[in-house]
């Protein structure tokens, strides 16, 4: 079985300040793991995956994200927050084939502060 | 990249009535679609897995019989909300992965809102 934990379903930030998002994920098979994001009506939008290369994986608009298994976490970080982050962010897991089902966390909603 | 697209993005129906959404994927094949809903500021819950050329894998609690799925093709499958009720009024979002990509992360449609009066 699979799960996903986002702590604090609420994030609020300065522009230009570092955001962190969380994510921790049980999995009982080598998880690969994904962080989307949502604006506001629509659908979801591929921020980054991991698959069991490398640990710190890059993703797009300035998104990194480092898998740690000692902490089974997959957070998510920014150096520099935009306006234009303010979405909601979700972390996701699932196994290696196009089969597997993939489980979403709960979701965090990011706030830019101006 | 990889593109799924979900139409109607917007449906109002009444109530008793049955709507269908369509998902594609426009440039590869998808052997596995998957339907989630989205409530209201909540997370995806997975409906169901939608398989190509057999029947969907429905999700405990997720009525099959009110939720009909239909994966005709590669590139097609349906969801159909029989005898559609206000309870029934949320945020759909297909999606699938490209079975000719290793590692293919999910590609997801825009949602189908569906509002029922």
């Known amino acids: 079985a699979q799960s996903v934990t986002q702590l604090g379903s609420h994030v609020s930030v300065s522009e230009g300040a570092l955001v962190l998002l969380r994510c921790n994920y049980s999995?009982?098979?080598?998880?690969?793991l994904f962080w989307y994001v949502q604006y506001p009506n629509q659908g979801l939008q591929l921020l980054l995956k991991?698959?069991?290369?490398?640990?710190l994986v890059k993703g797009i608009n300035g998104f990194e994200a480092e898998f740690k298994k000692s902490e089974t976490s997959f957070h998510l970080t920014k150096p520099s927050a935009h306006m234009s982050d303010a979405a909601e962010y979700f972390c996701?897991?699932?196994?290696?084939?196009?089969?597997?089902?993939?489980?979403f966390g709960p979701g965090t909603s990011l706030s830019v502060i101006p | 990249g990889a593109v799924v697209s979900q139409h109607p993005s917007r449906v109002i129906c009444k109530s008793g009535t049955s709507v269908k959404i369509e998902c594609r994927s426009l440039?590869?094949?998808?052997?596995?679609m998957f339907w989630y809903r989205q409530f209201p500021k909540k997370s995806l819950m997975l409906m169901a897995t939608?398989?190509?050329?057999?029947?969907?894998?429905?999700e405990q609690g997720v009525e099959k019989d009110k939720f009909l799925i239909n994966h005709a093709s590669l590139t097609l499958s349906t969801l159909t909300v029989t005898s559609a009720h206000p309870e029934d009024s949320s945020f759909y979002i297909c999606?699938?992965?490209?079975?000719?990509?290793?590692?293919?992360?999910?590609?997801f449609g825009n949602g189908t809102r569906l509002t029922v009066t």
């Open positions: 999606s699938a992965r490209d079975r000719g990509t290793q590692n293919s992360p999910l590609h």
């Open positions: 999995s009982s098979v080598p998880p690969y």
């Open positions: 991991y698959t069991s290369a490398a640990t």
């Open positions: 996701a897991v699932s196994g290696a084939t196009s089969y597997d089902k993939v489980i």
């Open positions: 939608s398989n190509e050329g057999s029947k969907a894998t429905y």
């Open positions: 440039d590869f094949q998808a052997t596995t």
